[in-house]
Each structure stands twice: as structure tokens, then as C-alpha cells.
């Protein structure tokens, strides 16, 4: 009577969904402050004050018209222009608003630019650790993600691995970086091996790049990816940069060098009219423009993301230093992750287990929650691992 | 290299976007002024004031996460109950926020339908004449659109040809009214007579109730159709009442009474999902249920209509009076409707064909535009009945 697949899709319960009811029905037991939820990637820094501040003046001095009609599919032009300007600031690129598809957040990007490519028969290869959603997304669309597997010592590239998974069939391989859940960056140096590898496949292969967490980088360059490789497309959102994420908002960068700039353009907008994401949110493109270069305040992020790693290694986890967006993905104290993150319950400590994101024996963490709720976790991460040397 | 059918659904020029092209040309060679517009379904009364103030208030008023954090996927709980609560107070109806499933929009709301419902081999079955996309959302999902020919003496339903393409295939029909392009509102008797013959038909049939223009009804009822038949998905949208449409938010009822709503639910759910549909923008689900209930003021929309109609039955054109919508479908002046648009265009008048809709031999003229451009118009459309009478 319905799509068996969507109602799979709709209805199988998501380990975080689990763990996130468990909390609610914990903290109705001992109290919300008892409670280490560790599970989401929501930001929890407020949205600046120049973003609400621009959402104001633009609904108070505006047209209603020009702030609340359609724009044309790829988002009004000169909004695109100025986010082109502002990225052509920022890494010395040569965009012009023609390169922007400006969608609703980077899952409709990626998704967007999934469909857009996918032919039948052809392969998507990503990276473990890596967002399941990608799984999802690529299935959607016909095609079949290939996962490359961890390498843990720093949640680099195993390219001995990609070299293996990489086939006449493969269409685009996908990376996120900084890395949700591993909270790594990709070096310049692991971009250069990665894109010299697809110049030697002589293949037209894309790289997508999800950059939702481009700016929460700490003290670490996160490469510009079209500057080594011209058939990249970027996603970018602000969900997180200013703690957005309800208001689907970010863009596709589509680089006038890729092959056949025309065709991917025109694929992608046939993609967005078939997902029905043919005008992002009209007020927050406005919203996106004046506010282009401005800088966040990423610290807050910052000291939690020191304060849990230096709780968790003086606890004796092992774990490797983030560098970016705002997860730790320590190694499990048993090799069965969730067992683990079962176990950690018992103190409240909400954690995921690594193998919901491909990488089995490590656990994610999510520090964007109140520095006070992670100093008070410590001691339970210490008792936590107590239990397991007893 | 890229997705033919997707490079083909974004780059084929439209009919509208060729006379939008056409229309922008002329007007930079003769103002802005003398260009006679009736092409584009952009609402041109302003959003009231209620929804900028409303958006305001909670901009300035609200904790910044509870207003841009993520919503579970069917929409902020709170809304969904206000909103259902409201259409229980206008519908007599007895819904509660489970049965809501916001949504960015009614392109996104029926399409999550389509998608949600279809198996492979599915037909869908709508009326000419018809919103064009349904045939590109309908074929994105896999199934096949099935087109009632016209009824053009009311714009009504030929239940003829209805019950000759209903077959064991059929998942879904969709109705549209007030109708796009026909300005017709089903009458009960139409409603009851539809849904009568799904009762009999023996099959779980859905009917998807496109309603964005459900609002734009001039002095006839607009009837509620989960009253007639319990397997209807009412599918809503903010862009026409509250000229929000560049914003994307908009709803889809499913009644308890459906076969199986946690089948469906969980569908509508799984295709929202893949759809990457997840989370209507957060702020305007917040501004839709703070402005729940307040009246919209569709005067200018009936005055214009009045006065089109008035003009063109004067200058000898045949068309049936409009009832809702803003939409005035005549009978074009002679059997080929493109090549009678092209004439108008000698006037700077911008038509669009009824073949465009599925119903070849009438025209398209959208009288939502400013009063003073239809007054100036009248005269030409005499001059254009004129010579087709010489």
C-alpha cells in the first residue's frame, strides 16, 4: 500500500533516536543536570547577534516582496554574487555568483549533487568514519557507496585501501572535513595524495566536499579543495557556523573549471526540481549575504572540545586530538562499541557507538553541550573506565 | 558523465521562462510599464503585516535555539498541535498534531506523498488541466501520471473519463482546487461524486488534496475534503495566503482514519527523509503558528479577477467565470493556443498556452499583478479579439 523502502526509511529507530529517548525518560527520572548527553550534533552556541540582527532589519526595512518571493532556482543573484565575492576573499579563488546553487543546508547539497551525477551502476566511495546518512542518500539515487576503512592512528586516508575500491564504476568519492564523527581535518598533504590519485585514474571522477564544519577548525588549515582539483564541488552550510540548523540554509559551489561546467550546472538544477528544492528559504539568503566574512566566535567550542580530551586521556582513554567540527572519537574500553556505550548508561553518560558511523570499537562524543555538564562527566568517565580495569 | 534526465529536467527551457525571458527583453526596449505580464503565479499582495510582526517578535523575543535549532523531522510538536488545533476550529475536523507532517512548502508536501506511496508499476491519476510538475514529481518517484481530459464548460470533473482510467494500477489521485490554471473550486456535488466512485472502486486509493489556493475562493465554499473520504492527504501551503513563497513552508494533513497511519506516517516520514526534507525552516513553522486563524485579505486578488474577466467577456473572449485561485483560463482565439499567445505578444501581452496545462486551445492569464496593469490591458485585448474578427 506504501513504499516499503520509505517506510523502513521512515520507521526504523536511528541508534542517536534511541539513545535521545533514553535521556528524556532518564531525565524525568534524576533531573535534566544528571543527565551527560553526549549524542547530538546540535550546536549549542547561540546564533550570533549579527545574523538575528540582519534577519530584523532585512524583514523591517525590506519589500516583503523582495525578502518572501521565489527566487530563481539557483538563489537569488546577487546574493550569490556576494557569497562568491566573500569566498574569493577568503582563499584567493575566482568565483562569480554562476558558480552558486545556493540550497536548503548541505544535505539537500550533497543530496543534490548525488542525483545530479548518479547513473545506474555507478559507485560513490567514501571514507569511514563517515556520516550514515550518506548511505541513505547515495542508495536514493541508484547508486552504491563504497567505504574505504578507517585508519585510526589519526583518521587520515588509508589510501592503500581507496586505491583498491576505486573502479571504472566509481562516479564521485565524498569527504567531510573536519570530520563528523572523528573530528579530524584533512592535512594539504592528504588532499594532495587524494586528488593526485583521481588525476592519475584517468577517470572524470568528482570529488564532493561536505564542509558543513569548515569554520570550527582549531589551529589547523582546513585545505580549499578546488585549488587541487578541478572537478570538486563544495556543500557548505550554516547549520553550524551560525548555529542554524533549523533554518536549511548553505550552498553548492560549482567551479566554472569542472568538465563541462553547463552540464553539472544543469543537472544540478534538474536534481533540485525533482527533490523539490528548487528556492532556499528566501529571507536566509538575504540573511547568508549580509552577513558574508563575518566572523564567529568558535572558542566556546574550542575549550570544551580541550577540556573533554585532556578528562578523557587523563581517564585513560586513548584517543587522537581533534583538530575540527566538535566530536571526540575516542577508542571503546571493549572491543564491542556497543556494549560500551551500554555500559557508559549506567553512569549517564550518552554516548554513540563508532560503528554507527563505520568505525566499530571507537565511541563519538559530541562536546557542543555546556562546558559545566562536561566538567561534571569526568569523574563518571573516570569511574567509567575504573570498572573496566577492575 | 552526469544524470541525462536531470540535465535534461534542468535546462529545458519552460514556456513560462521563455516568455519571463521574452518579457524582460521588451521591457528594457519599451518600459517596464508597457509590458502586460499574465504569466507568472507570484502573489503581489504583500505578506501582512501579522507575519512580519509575528517573525520579528520571535526573533527578538526567543531563546535563539529554540527558534534555529533542529525540529524533529515532522515539525516542532507545539506548532503541530496550534496548527491542527486551528484547522479543527475552521473544518469542524478533529486532528491533532500526530497528524501533521510539516513541510517546506506544497511542492515538497506532495511530493513527499508521491513518494511515500509509490510502488513500482503505480499509476496516478490528476485532471486536465493540470500544474505541469505533478508530471515531473509523479515520474521522479517511479509511477506514471494518468490525465483526465477537460471539462471545459465548469472546470469541473469528466467522471467519464475519470472512471475509464481508473484501474487496479491506480495508487493516488490528486485534485487542485481552487485549480491551477482553471481558477475552478470543486463543487461538494464534484467532491462527493469523486469520492463515491474511489468508495466503490474497491481499492485503497489515496486522494492528494493540493490546496495552496484553498484560502483564494471568491463567495463559494471550498469543501474539506477528509469529510468525504477517510484515505485523503491534504497538502498545504503558506506561499499564496501569506505571500511567503520564496520561504517554503507549508504542511500535510494524514487523517488517523487513513488505511494504516502508522504505515503512512512512517512513509511520509522515510520520503522526507531520502527527500532530505527533514526539517521545514524552523522559524517559519514558529511564524505559521502564531499567525494560526488570522484572516487574509483577498479583496485584490477578487477585484482583479472581476475586472479581467469583466474586460475580456467585453472584448468577446469565452471563459468560464473564475471561482478561486487567481488564474482566468479562456478560451483562446483560435485552436492553437501557442500560436495565439504569440500574436498577443505583438500587444507586449505575455500569456501562457493552455497546452502547457494539458488543456490545448485556452490560455493562462494570472491576474495576481497590479490593478492599474489589467486596466491599461483591456483596450489590447480588444485590439488582439479585433483582428481575429477582421
Chains 1, 2 share one sequence.
Not at 78 to 85: D, F, G, W
Not at 363 to 368: H, Q
Request: neutral net charge; proline residues 6%.
Amino acid at each position: 500500500m506504501v513504499s516499503a523502502k520509505m517506510y523502513e526509511l521512515g520507521t526504523k529507530k536511528s541508534t542517536i533516536r534511541t539513545i535521545f529517548e533514553f535521556g528524556r525518560k532518564r531525565a524525568a527520572e534524576v533531573g535534566e543536570e544528571n543527565i551527560f548527553d553526549f549524542s547530538l550534533g546540535n550546536p549549542n552556541v547561540p546564533t550570533p547577534d549579527f545574523v538575528r540582527d540582519a534577519a530584523i532589519e532585512i524583514l523591517q526595512t525590506y519589500e516583503p516582496a523582495a525578502v518572501h518571493g521565489y527566487t530563481v532556482a539557483p538563489g537569488n543573484p546577487q546574493v550569490r554574487e556576494t557569497l562568491a565575492k566573500s569566498i574569493n576573499e577568503r582563499f584567493g579563488t575566482n568565483f562569480a555568483g554562476k558558480n552558486l546553487f545556493v540550497t536548503s543546508g548541505a544535505a539537500a547539497a550533497i543530496t543534490i549533487c548525488f542525483k545530479a551525477l548518479a547513473e545506474s551502476g555507478d559507485e560513490f566511495i567514501t571514507f569511514a568514519p563517515y556520516f550514515p546518512e550518506y548511505k541513505v542518500f547515495v542508495e536514493s539515487v541508484g547508486a552504491e557507496l563504497k567505504i574505504v576503512k578507517v585508519r585510526p592512528e589519526d583518521w587520515q586516508i588509508d589510501f592503500d585501501d581507496f586505491q583498491k575500491l576505486l573502479s571504472p564504476k566509481t562516479k564521485a568519492v565524498i569527504i567531510n572535513s573536519p570530520n563528523n564523527p572523528s573530528g579530524a581535518v584533512y592535512s594539504q598533504e592528504t588532499i594532495k595524495k587524494l586528488t593526485d590519485i583521481l588525476k592519475q585514474s584517468g577517470q572524470e571522477i568528482f570529488l564532493i566536499c561536505d564542509e558543513p564544519y569548515r569554520e570550527l577548525a582549531y589551529g589547523v588549515e582546513v585545505p580549499w579543495v578546488t585549488d587541487f582539483y578541478k572537478n570538486t564541488l563544495v556543500c557548505y552550510s550554516y547549520s553550524k557556523s551560525f548555529s542554524l540548523p533549523g533554518e536549511r540554509i548553505g550552498y553548492i559551489v560549482v567551479p566554472s573549471e569542472v568538465a563541462d561546467f553547463g552540464k553539472i550546472f544543469g543537472a544540478i538544477a534538474g536534481a533540485a526540481r525533482v527533490l523539490t528544492h528548487v528556492n532556499a528559504p528566501s529571507l536566509w539568503q538575504l540573511v547568508a549575504a549580509k552577513c558574508a566574512g563575518k566572523k564567529i566566535d568558535i572558542s566556546p567550542y574550542e575549550r570544551n572540545g580541550k577540556l573533554l580530551y585532556d578528562g578523557l586521556i587523563a581517564a585513560g582513554f586513548e584517543c587522537v586530538k581533534p583538530q575540527g567540527a566538535f566530536y571526540l572519537f575516542p577508542k571503546a574500553l571493549e572491543a564491542d562499541d556497543y556494549a560500551f556505550c551500554e555500559r557508559a548508561k549506567k553512569y549517564d553518560l550518552l554516548l554513540v557507538p563508532g560503528a554507527d558511523f563505520g568505525a566499530p570499537g571507537y565511541f563519538r562524543a559530541a562536546y557542543c553541550i555546556k562546558t559545566e555538564t562536561i566538567e561534571r562527566s569526568l569523574p563518571l568517565f573516570k569511574k567509567l573506565a575504573a570498572e573496566y580495569r577492575s
